[in-house]
């Protein structure tokens, strides 16, 4: 498991006030406030819970170090207007909750004293009005019974996950781009995220978008940019018709394009110059990104990268390092000590043990401490998708060892 070494705010001694801190919170009761300063105990249940346009995982933990519970499940939709995330994850804790009961032998669930779900684009399904946070608190909280949840943007898991709850920022490169920092007073900040139409440069569907650019360029017969080696690997990779008309009307057309970027960087490796220029720009813009998440007062000058463009192509990684330490000498440059799922079951963690260091920081965290109203009508939601269990091998029921994230 990452390191839990708490990096939000401490109150004693900042400008944040505790009774400051916990405004932020929903209705704190006297006794959530007496338990904060109480250790809690060796065994203590968590969960941690991250929600993305592939798929879905929730992981059920009692302490560092000790093994975990885990079940997979759906990826996210938007069904009639509304996003789908509350029925996702009040599958995937029924889910939880049984393997949980099935690996006690019947002995009973223990109790979840927090849990933290990560899912991606809540801010702007929020402000589009698909997504209620709030929702999401009432179905964590009726499903597991715990008083203490959290609900955050994944790029927030994402840096918890990847520096083991230490401060800096973290630049997550898949499919989209964005750069993200929390400061001393646990003020999150991001740098692009913006979507592939006006930002995420850098990113597997801008490289994507890129390369198939130069592959119609040489298709056309125009040379400033154009490439014969990606015209080649278009056509193996779309078809060979011409491309970007037919893309407008594809709903798969980022992943398209973000799987195009594998070829795009391929031939890069091989040499090619197009590619190469590619590969170029998309180093500076994510070096510019990460150095624009790192530049905010505050924020400790330590950088990490995670995603799976990030993993996968090395030298990528390198040369966007390599600007980034060539501006900023003083970066500590460290590799991801684990995936948003990791930084979900640190987000959880912290409920438990320094609930004063998480205060709410809308659009990119929302926090409630204390008991909901579970009187309350229920919340209408979308469908309810149909969900799969992660098969666990022969002998290890149910159990996913600390910090593996797989």
């Given at each position: 498991m ?5 990096i939000?705010a401490e109150?004693e ?5 505790f009774d ?16 904060v ?8 249940w ?6 993305g ?10 302490g560092p170090?000790?093994?975990?519970i ?22 995937l804790?029924?889910?939880l909750?049984r ?13 979840i004293?927090?849990?933290?779900v ?11 009005g698909?997504?209620d946070p ?5 179905v964590?909280a009726q499903s ?8 955050s ?21 898949g ?19 913006l979507g592939?139409l006006?930002g ?5 569907g ?17 040379e400033?940019g ?7 690997a278009?056509?193996?990779?779309f078809?060979r ?6 893309l407008?009307s594809?709903p ?6 973000a799987?195009?970027?594998?070829s ?9 110059p ?6 170029a720009?998309a180093?500076?813009?994510l070096a510019?990104?990460?150095?624009a998440?790192l530049?905010?007062?505050g ?14 192509v090395?030298?990528l990684?390198?040369?966007v390092?390599?600007?980034?330490t ?8 460290v ?13 959880a963690?912290?409920?438990l043990?320094?609930?004063?260091g998480?205060?709410s920081?809308?659009?990119f ?8 109203d579970l ?15 992660k ?7 149910a159990t996913?060892r600390?910090?593996s994230?797989?």
């Amino acid at each position: 498991m990452p390191d839990n070494t708490p990096i939000l705010a401490e109150i004693e001694g900042s400008p944040m006030s505790f009774d400051a801190v916990l405004c932020h919170h929903l209705r704190v009761r006297a006794a959530d406030t007496q338990r904060v300063t109480d250790p809690p105990p060796e065994d203590t249940w968590v969960v941690g819970l991250d929600l993305g346009g592939t798929g879905s995982r929730a992981v059920a933990s009692p302490g560092p170090g000790r093994p975990h519970i885990r079940v997979e499940g759906p990826p996210l939709h938007v069904v009639d207007g509304r996003s789908d995330a509350p029925d996702v994850v009040r599958g995937l804790c029924q889910d939880l909750m049984r393997e949980l009961d099935a690996a006690h032998a019947g002995a009973g669930v223990p109790r979840i004293a927090a849990a933290a779900v990560g899912l991606r684009g809540m801010m702007a399904m929020d402000r589009a009005g698909r997504l209620d946070p709030y929702a999401l608190h009432d179905v964590l909280a009726q499903s597991l019974g715990t008083e203490r949840t959290a609900v955050s943007t994944d790029a927030v898991t994402a840096h918890l996950g990847a520096l083991g709850g230490r401060g800096g920022a973290v630049l997550v490169v898949g499919t989209g781009a964005v750069g993200v920092a929390v400061d001393e007073y646990a003020r999150w900040y991001l740098a692009d995220g913006l979507g592939y139409l006006v930002g995420d440069q850098g990113s597997g569907g801008w490289i994507g978008r890129e390369g198939l650019a130069a592959a119609n360029k040489a298709r056309d017969g125009r040379e400033d940019g154009a490439s014969q080696v990606l015209l080649r690997a278009s056509e193996r990779h779309f078809g060979r018709q011409r491309h970007g008309i037919t893309l407008d009307s594809t709903p798969d057309a980022l992943s398209l394009l973000a799987g195009f970027a594998r070829s795009v960087l391929a031939a890069a490796r091989a040499g090619d110059p197009t590619s190469v220029a590619i590969r170029a720009a998309a180093a500076r813009g994510l070096a510019d990104t990460l150095r624009a998440a790192l530049s905010h007062p505050g924020v400790e000058p330590r950088v990490a990268t995670t995603g799976k463009l990030m993993a996968k192509v090395p030298e990528l990684r390198a040369l966007v390092m390599s600007h980034v330490t060539e501006v900023r000498p003083d970066v500590e440059v460290v590799d991801a000590a684990g995936e948003p799922l990791d930084g979900a079951l640190v987000l959880a963690r912290r409920l438990l043990e320094t609930p004063e260091g998480v205060p709410s920081n809308r659009p990119f965290l929302s926090v409630r401490m204390g008991t909901p109203d579970l009187t309350a009508e229920p919340l209408e939601t979308a469908p309810r998708a149909p969900r799969r269990r992660k098969k666990l091998p022969e002998g290890d029921p149910a159990t996913l060892r600390a910090g593996s994230g797989r």
